[in-house]
């Protein structure tokens, strides 16, 4: 890792604008968010994409590639049916 821009983990997610200014702030939060919604760096045009330096940062795209939109969406249907389990299951209690 040479370059960093934030760092996400668990529920958290902490991004800088040292080293990049401001007009990166919005692209690389999306990245760090993708991450704690368990996306990983993606090989497609896509926000999560990996970026080694401030220029590869800049020319990836700031939305969700086909693939990682359908990962997402696959994600928050695990989430919901899990929420729905847990409701289920306190209920009976």
Do not use: W
């Not at 997610?13 to 996306?39: D, N, Q």
């Not at 045009?45 to 939109?69: H, T």
């Not at 997402?72 to 929420?83: D, G, H, M």
């Amino acid at each position: 890792m040479n370059f960093v821009f934030g760092v996400a983990m668990q529920s958290r997610a902490i991004v800088s604008s040292f080293r990049t200014g401001e007009k990166l702030i919005p692209k690389e939060v999306v990245h760090g968010v993708g991450y704690i919604f368990g996306l990983s760096h993606c090989k497609n045009y896509c926000v999560m994409q990996f970026s080694n330096s401030v220029m590869e940062a800049i020319a990836k795209p700031d939305i969700l590639c086909e693939k990682c939109e359908k990962n997402l969406q696959c994600i928050k249907t695990f989430f919901n049916y899990a929420t729905i389990y847990v409701k289920c299951q306190m209920r009976l209690k």
